[in-house]
């Protein structure tokens, strides 16, 4: 990938695009608001993963062509590219009205404009035990899992069947490339069947592709059931309508797709079949609504659920969310007559099909291959460049928004710098209301703004312990960061033995219209309001400012008992760290646009663990040596916890974040780890991959020095209290770092 620069973005925010679904339209959406941004435009997307696969790819996958990533377009590299945050989370409802889009786990996201992409979702309850019997092959990321799984069961068993139910082309590559699986397993009695409801293979093709894919699958020896249908799953058997009763111990579901259930509910004009009505312009029966791919049906056309037709209509959506944005015309989108398809058995042959002509050859599977690899290299590999803008595209501005501040040409600093009083107090309301919808029904308590002051009570025989962080934008989602931030902050507090009690907040803010600060403001707030909830702890106030990036940051207040011991570390001592290391690593990476979604993710969960777990079991096990390990990295943070003392740590024994030493031996690291590195005085020449001892961490573990004959009891007690924790090394008598 050619990294040229992050992109900057520092026009004030003024309208709000959410897009819902990282499906074929949206992805190209995305990026081409990378390639053309429109100053002043907030981007998100909502996606249930990090990735989104390409089922194009899925029967390479399964066949042994390809590897798990090769299929997954890279959703966090491209939203980055598109300067738009993500948000992983899975969409439950929508309020056209309020507009706003309800999640599984947290609070609601505001709109101006919205696209829906999401795809349809196999209906599983429509045949009597699918549920408990049969794999569905939607969602593509699930299916991946349960192969996972698969190849575990395969093991015990020699004489395999399998059945696909779904006799369209997905049914059929399904079916090919589970034949090329079993082979490469070794399994050599295998008995696999395909059941179609139609009596001609590939329901609306000419009968030359029936013939040609009929030959492909005999050739493969899969036994082929047509004018048929599966009625009942029961454990190991299938029993269909005309009576047949299939013995089968694993069943995959490419049956017809259905319309995700929360869209009934969304007052949009929808289908029969529940699937959401779009014009010409890929819009909804709500104008501010745009929809493309299988979730939807465009007026006028009856096209059958294919990604060919999301992918032609990105371009259109791209064009028409952008036309409505900047007020100016729409275009019509007219679908493609002919397609080619390409049906693969997932390793060397492809039936072809263009209009009336079908032929079966290996020229086919390779030009599936060249078509498909391309598709997802246009979406991963990408150039980045930098876009500089003070001012919003001044078809973002109404008339009423003129004498907004964050318009002014000049900008006040200091306390000029603030955020509109009506922003911060209708921010608070509305993460208040947000947080009743939310599954968590607790309210959060009284904010006031209105005071300059918290009080804080100290009760008798106790100390109050403080302690202040800020973080910069590591992640894009506002919610996300703050509930990294609010983790971070309370870690201090924790380490020095306190019970945190309450918080004041810092939140410095990109500049943005008044209407869309209260939004980002909301969901700091609703973020922050999440651990300090579960953590008892009271949000007391706080101050905003306006800055180039988004920057939060707490104040944490703790109480502890007067006459608290801090018990130091001794010689001998064991230390114990409870979060892996390499977080520094996978954000460096990630700037670069070269982070793995996976290990982006391991990083992400690290950062989200609270180390309030952790803190207890010392303390209750009278442990009092405790530190964190943040930004200086392991090895300062071990020598300030072991002083006068200093440290053997083990490296094979100190747990990574997976993908870490990759990306070390690319000679990709954090800024900072070569000042850790001269801090300590390191002087002796260590392995790339070792200097992960210097990574800076955010929201980083705990580090004890526990007694010897005590660490085996405290590292099971940690386990049981799922905190992840590993004995690195121990406490020596000499004042330096010795790396083993
Ligand atoms: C085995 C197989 C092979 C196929 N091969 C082809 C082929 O070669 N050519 C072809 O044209 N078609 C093919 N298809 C059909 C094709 O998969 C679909 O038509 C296509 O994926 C639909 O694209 P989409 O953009 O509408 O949605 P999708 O590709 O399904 O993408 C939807 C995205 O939205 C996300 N999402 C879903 N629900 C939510 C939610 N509630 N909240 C947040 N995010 C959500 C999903 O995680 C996903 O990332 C194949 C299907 C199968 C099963």
């Given at each position: ?420 009083w009506q922003s911060l107090n209708q921010g608070i309301i509305s993460a208040k209301e947000r947080r009743k919808l939310g599954k968590n029904d607790q309210t959060l308590k009284n904010i ?293």
């Amino acid at each position: 990938m050619n990294f040229k620069n992050i992109l900057i973005n520092t026009a004030p925010t003024t309208h709000d695009l959410v897009l819902i679904g990282g499906g074929h339209a949206q992805i190209s959406v995305l990026k081409k608001f990378g390639m053309k941004p429109i100053p002043g435009l907030k981007i998100s997307l909502i996606n249930k993963n990090l990735t989104s696969s390409y089922s194009g790819m899925l029967p390479g996958y399964i066949a042994g062509t390809y590897n798990e990533e090769d299929t997954q377009i890279n959703l966090l590299n491209l939203c980055k590219f598109a300067n738009a945050r993500l948000i992983v989370d899975e969409v439950t409802g929508l309020d056209i009205f309020a507009k706003e889009i309800h999640l599984k786990n947290r609070v609601p996201v505001c709109y101006d404009t919205l696209s829906i992409n999401t795809g349809g979702e196999p209906d599983i309850k429509k045949i009597k035990g699918a549920e408990k019997y049969s794999i569905p092959i939607k969602p593509i990321s699930n299916l991946i899992e349960n192969f996972h799984k698969i190849k575990k069961e395969l093991k015990k068993i020699d004489n395999v069947s399998m059945t696909i139910i779904g006799g369209g082309a997905g049914g059929v590559e399904i079916a090919l490339s589970l034949k090329k699986f079993l082979d490469l397993e070794n399994k050599k009695e295998k008995n696999i069947t395909l059941v179609s409801r139609t009596d001609n293979l590939i329901k609306n093709s000419p009968n030359s592709v029936h013939k040609n894919v009929m030959s492909l699958l005999y050739k493969n020896n899969i036994n082929v059931v047509l004018s048929d249908e599966v009625v009942e799953f029961k454990k190991n058997t299938l029993i269909t309508k005309n009576g047949k009763r299939i013995n089968s111990q694993f069943n995959f579901l490419v049956t017809s797709i259905s319309a995700p259930k929360w869209l009934s509910d969304t007052k949009l004009e929808i289908t029969e079949n529940g699937f959401l009505k779009v014009n010409q312009y890929l819009q909804s029966s709500n104008k501010n609504i745009f929809s493309a791919g299988d979730v939807c049906s465009v007026k006028n056309f009856n096209l059958s659920k294919a990604g060919v037709y999301a992918v032609r209509q990105g371009p259109i959506l791209y064009k028409n969310i952008r036309s409505k944005i900047l007020k100016s015309q729409l275009v019509s989108y007219k679908p493609q007559k002919f397609f080619l398809s390409l049906i693969g058995d997932g390793q060397n042959e492809a039936v072809a099909t263009w209009g009336p002509l079908s032929f079966r050859s290996k020229w086919a599977w390779k030009l599936k291959r060249y078509i498909d690899e391309k598709f997802i290299r246009t979406y991963n590999d990408l150039k980045f460049m930098k876009m500089e803008s003070f001012k919003p595209h001044p078809n973002l501005i109404s008339k009423n928004n003129l004498t907004d501040p964050a318009l002014a040409e000049i900008k006040c600093l200091g306390c000029g710098a603030k955020t509109q009083w009506q922003s911060l107090n209708q921010g608070i309301i509305s993460a208040k209301e947000r947080r009743k919808l939310g599954k968590n029904d607790q309210t959060l308590k009284n904010i006031n703004i209105n005071s300059d002051v918290s009080l804080i009570k100290v009760p008798n025989g106790k100390d109050i312990v403080q302690s202040v962080d800020l973080i910069s934008s590591i992640v894009n989602d506002p919610y996300t960061l703050s509930r990294i931030a609010a983790l971070h902050s309370m870690s201090d507090v924790l380490t020095s033995g306190a019970k945190p009690v309450s918080a004041e907040a810092i939140f410095i803010l990109p500049s943005g219209l008044k209407d869309i600060q209260t939004r980002l403001i909301s969901e700091l707030i609703s973020g922050c309001s999440y651990e300090f909830l579960r953590h008892k702890i009271h949000l007391n106030g706080g101050h905003t400012s306006e800055g180039q990036e988004l920057q939060v940051g707490f104040c944490i207040n703790g109480i502890r008992s007067k006459n608290f011991n801090f018990i130091k570390p001794k010689v001998g001592d064991k230390l114990i760290l409870t979060k892996p290391i390499g977080v520094g690593i996978i954000l460096a990476a990630h700037m670069r646009g070269v982070a793995s979604p996976l290990d982006y993710e391991e990083a992400l969960n690290s950062m989200l663990t609270s180390n309030h777990f952790a803190s207890k079991v010392f303390l209750q096990n009278n442990i009092t040596s405790i530190t964190d390990v943040t930004g200086f990295g392991l090895a300062r943070h071990t020598l300030n916890l072991t002083k006068p003392f200093g440290a053997k740590i083990n490296i094979k024994d100190t747990p990574k974040i997976n993908g870490a030493n990759k990306y070390l031996n690319n000679g990709i690291y954090s800024s900072l780890a070569k000042s850790n590195k001269e801090e300590i005085n390191f002087n002796k020449n260590i392995k790339n991959e070792n200097s992960i001892i210097f990574d800076p961490q955010t929201s980083g573990g705990l580090l004890a020095a526990v007694d010897r004959k005590k660490s085996k009891k405290v590292i099971s007690e940690l386990k049981e209290n799922n905190c992840y924790a590993a004995i690195i090394g121990e406490v020596i008598e000499k004042e330096e770092f010795e790396l083993n």
